[in-house]
Every structure is written in structure tokens, then in C-alpha cells.
């Protein structure tokens, strides 16, 4: 194959996928302008100078299982190595393009599947979503590195909502204009004829190594209305603008209950994203052109390391070994739990932290109810 940058390979490259079975391509830099759609038993494997790229104008999925568009259940899907470069200057997210689906800005995505891994594959310039996941058990999310322009708002990493159980998310790389990586049991989705909201329990998932300079939020957890339970979080390290690891509700159903239960947080290793010297001007307008002029500054000034947010419930959360070595000039607490949530059983141990350029900021800010609080040396 001798792939041209302004050559349409989508239909080379989907007869390739059709056969199933081991699919490998070689380096070169293909273009696409509609969804690569893979199927049951496929291991898709790219060279590490591979590029799929989505051509100006497409406005699609750029991989998507087949049971996204069907019935039925996906197994055995396996993608790794190369580039996919999501050309999101070319693209008009959240737009419904005529005779195509509503575009949310999905790089890939993957719903009812059965042992789903991808891996050592790089992500670059996404409208909305890296890697979405949903309905999935058994799955494996390794060493992914994200190469953001921050051209949109909320370029998210790996995104995984309800129902999901069983899962790693390992060895995640680079900086994003949103998380890095979230777990959402509840949250708004597009299922390509319109918008709803996504809910299922998340339940026994590992996440293991998330690396971030000037990230957004290393880590998001979301319960409104599905419970989320079993979650380990281990080596979240990086300076990031917004906050380490956040347990939300975001009122995505008004009223619903919010329920998060072992969860254990074991290395982080943040602070925040100092602004001196500055901050390439990127990251800045990532977050005041989406939210408002001087929200980038209020974000480094004010979010904390953990963040447990108002409404939140919680049964049993532990905290071991967050260290935070802080150089930003901030405010922020290490640990904030904001008014109206309540925490069964938090347990701290083995948490430091260190501010070189401003005063010391007390470790934890408690402004709701705890009702076992156990602190460890």
C-alpha cells in the first residue's frame, strides 16, 4: 500500500477490517471521511509511523465497533499502535451534518463489547473524546499518549460511562483540555439520532499510571443516579489546572443519588500547573474561552489536589500516599470536601505537602459531614 495524504482510504481500509482476524497496516498516512468499523475476533494493529487521519469536513467516529451501529454484543476486539489524528480544525463538533449521524467529536468509540484492549496508540487533536467506552466488561486501556492542540473545549482522554465493570486504564500520557481520564456512570451521550443521558453502574476498575503537565483534571469519577464501586486508583503524578482526582455529580439528573463505596486512592503525586514562567497561551484560552476570562487563573488559584464535590455521598474513600510538592503561587487545599457530602469512612495516610512560593494552605478543608475520619501516619 502506498497511502497518498490526499487519497480517501477509507474503503482500502474497511475491506481490510471486513476480513476480520489479524488486520495490520503499514506506516504511511491514511485519510478517512467515514467511520472504520470493526468487528468481533479483529486484532487491528498500525505501525508506530501510522497515521489515520480524518479528512476537513468529515464530522464522524473515526473507529467504532460494530455493535455501535447494530444489535448484539462485540468480542474480542483488539487496536493498537499509530496515530489517530482527529483533525479537529477540520471538524464541526456538536453539529448534526446532513445525511450522517449527530457529531459529538469521538476519535474512537466502543459500546457493548465483551474483552476490549487498546493499546500503545497515540490520539492527536480529538474535537471531544479520545477513547469512549460503554457497556463493556473486561477491558484494557494501555499506554496511551494524547498530543492535544487545545483547539476545542472538553477534549477528554479515556472516557468510560455506565455500565462498565472489569477494567484497567494504565500507563496514560500527556495533557488534555479536560480529564485525562473519567469514569461517568451517569453522563449526557449521543447515540447518533440524539442526546440522552448514559446510566449504569461502573464497578472493579484499576487505573495505574497517569502522567500530566499542565493537564486539566488527571482523574474524574461521576455518580448521579448509578452507583460507582471498587476503584483503584494508584501514581497519578503531574502539575495540573483543575484538580488531581474530583468525585462529582454535575446535577446530571436533577435529584438522582449519588453513591461512591471503596474506592481507594494509593500515590498521587500533583500540584498545581505554576503560572511563572508562562503558560503557553493554549492551555489559558482551553478554559477561558469555554467557561470565561480569567476562569484559567481561578482554577490554578482556587481547585484543589482532591476534590469531593457538593452533593457527593460516599461509603468508604482512602487516601494513601498523596505528596504534594506545590511551586504555583495558590490557594487551593490538597483535599477539599465541599458543603452537603457526606463520607461514611475516609482514611488518610502517609499525605505531605510542601508550598515554596506562598503560604502554606491547610491540608484539608471539610465543609461537610464525615463520619468516620481516620488519619494515619
Known sequence: MNPENNKDSTSMLQSM??????????????TISQPLVIYDDTKLSLSHDTVIRLADGSNCVMLKNQACQTAGKNH?????GGMWDGNNKGQEPDTKP???PYYFGVVMRFEETEDLTVRDVTVKDPSRYAIQIKNTDRFTVDNITFDYNMHQKCMDGVHVQGWARNGMIRNIKGATNDDLVALNCDDVYDDGEKRSVSQGQIENVVIDG?????????????????????IKIRNVFGTYRLYGVSFTQHDIVPGAPVWFDNIDIDGVYCAKQP???PVDPKFID?????????????CIRLD??????????????SIANLHRDEEAVTEAHTIQIDE???????????????????PEVPLLKNEGTVDRLIELA
Open 210 to 230: 497517569v502522567y500530566g503537565d499542565n493537564g486539566y483534571t488527571a482523574i474524574r469519577l461521576l455518580s448521579c443516579g448509578s452507583r460507582m464501586r471498587n
Open 304 to 317: 484543589p489536589i482532591i476534590w469531593f464535590a457538593k452533593g457527593v455521598t460516599c461509603g468508604n474513600v
Open 286 to 298: 482551553g478554559i477561558d474561552n469555554y467557561y470565561r476570562k480569567g476562569s484559567h487563573d481561578k
Open 275 to 277: 503560572q511563572d514562567p
Open 76 to 80: 474480542h476486539i483488539f487496536v493498537e
Open 98 to 100: 446532513e445525511g450522517k
Open 17 to 30: 477490517l471486513d476480513q476480520r482476524g489479524e488486520v495490520k497496516i503499514p506506516g504511511g498516512v491514511y
Open 340 to 358: 452537603n457530602v457526606h463520607i461514611e469512612k475516609l482514611v488518610l495516610q502517609n499525605v505531605t505537602q510542601r508550598f515554596h512560593n506562598c
